[in-house]
């Protein structure tokens, strides 16, 4: 059973990066069938779709978030991360890792998420 | 990208059907047949419904389906049971740089 478990602080400063890490469990990372997300939803709000990596390094993310998005990925330790840089109070969230199947156009398994809040 | 428009809250009584609406643009819904739906009840992760408009992952009650008319997608859910009572979200892929974008989540309470 594939499980994805979100880890890293629940506060941040702002103007300082947001650091995140998605560890996978049940399967390996170097599958070349997925690809791995992140995905945001800030208190009261819809969800957005932040980036991804596939596990040959290859990401892509939101351009609404510009260059301050930064995801990597670790195949030794079977984790991908997320830095988001220059965080303000908008970058509040609940931060939620998922993949991404390729073969069908979905988000098929998710971590339960971890919530990050920006402030002084 | 503006987020998928959905009703904040549907409800019904057990066995009744419900029909949960996912509104986009011709950008996203109506552009493709990407559209998915996931359940999150309480404390529970995000569990796909549908993908690809009206396809049931293995182990999804058939008592789920979906469709799509023009820029607008649907979940339904028939013979309603207390377990469904949770919050839905659709996704569609989009052919803008975003790639992706959800719905603002409709909140199903079985009476």
């Known amino acids: 059973q594939v499980q994805l478990q979100e880890s890293g602080p629940g506060l941040v400063k702002p103007s300082q990066t947001l650091s995140l890490t998605c560890t996978v469990s049940?399967?390996?990372?170097?599958?070349?069938?997925?690809?791995w997300n992140w995905i945001r939803q800030p208190p009261g709000k819809g969800l957005e779709w932040i980036g991804y990596?596939?596990?040959?390094?290859?990401?892509y993310h939101n351009p609404s978030l510009k260059s301050r998005v930064t995801i990597s990925v670790d195949t030794s330790k079977n984790q991908f991360s997320l830095k988001l840089s220059s965080v303000t109070a908008a970058d509040t969230a609940v931060y939620y890792c998922?993949?991404?199947?390729?073969?069908?156009?979905?988000?098929?398994?998710w971590g339960l998420g971890t919530m990050v809040t920006v402030s002084s | 990208q503006s987020a998928l428009t959905q009703p904040a809250s549907v409800s019904g009584s057990p066995g009744q059907s419900i029909t949960i609406s996912c509104s986009g643009t011709?950008?996203?819904?109506?552009?493709?047949?990407?559209v998915s739906w996931y359940q999150q009840r309480p404390g529970e992760i995000f569990k796909l419904m549908i993908y690809?408009?009206?396809n049931r992952p293995s182990g999804v009650s058939n008592r789920f389906s979906g469709s799509k008319s023009g820029n607008t997608a649907s979940l339904t859910i028939s013979g309603l049971q207390a377990e469904d009572e949770a919050d839905y979200y659709c996704?569609?892929?989009?052919?803008?740089?975003?790639?992706?974008?959800f719905g603002t989540g409709t909140k199903v309470t079985v009476l």
């Open positions: 998922a993949r991404y199947p390729g073969g069908i156009d979905a988000f098929d398994i």
């Open positions: 049940g399967d390996s990372i170097n599958n070349d069938d997925y690809y």
């Open positions: 990596i596939y596990y040959s390094g290859n990401t």
């Open positions: 011709s950008s996203d819904v109506g552009d493709n047949d990407y």
């Open positions: 690809d408009v009206s």
């Open positions: 996704s569609s892929y989009t052919s803008s740089p975003t790639r992706w974008v």
